[in-house]
Nanobody, 121 residues
Framework: VQLQASGGGLVQTGGSLRLSCAAS????????MGWFRQAPGKEREFVAA????????YYSDSVRGRFTISRDRADNTVWLQMNSLKPEDTAVYYC???????????????WGQGTLVTVSS
């Protein structure tokens, strides 16, 4: 499976962006798709995840209530709707494929190039 994230850009505080992650290859119902982010000088951190089979979503405390993850199994695409953006959301955002739910980036694979989100104050 190959993943390609897109949709990043520059936005002002309080603004919104919608990221997409397009997957090529077979994704199974047992898989989990996750969004992670990495700010300069920091480690990659968990943002949100969704089970490919049943529609269960998971969020980090820092984004819960502001971000929404969703998926379209027919199009093999996962989205991350980001609202009420803050400067601390600035990072490169990556999507990854996991065999199960985890907040650890080491449990995911098939990372793409990522997409840069910059939130200006």
């Amino acid at each position: 499976v190959q993943l390609q994230a897109s949709g990043g850009g520059l936005v002002q505080t309080g603004g919104s962006l919608r990221l997409s992650c397009a997957a090529s290859g077979r994704i199974f119902s047992s898989h989990v798709m996750g969004w992670f982010r990495q700010a300069p000088g920091k480690e990659r951190e968990f943002v949100a995840a969704i089970r490919w089979g049943r529609d269960a979503q998971y969020y980090s405390d820092s984004v819960r209530g502001r971000f929404t993850i969703s998926r379209d199994r027919a199009d093999n695409t996962v989205w991350l709707q980001m609202n009420s953006l803050k400067p601390e959301d600035t990072a490169v955002y990556y999507c990854g494929l996991g065999n199960g739910y985890s907040v650890r980036p080491g449990e995911y694979r098939s990372w793409g190039q990522g997409t840069l989100v910059t939130v200006s104050s």
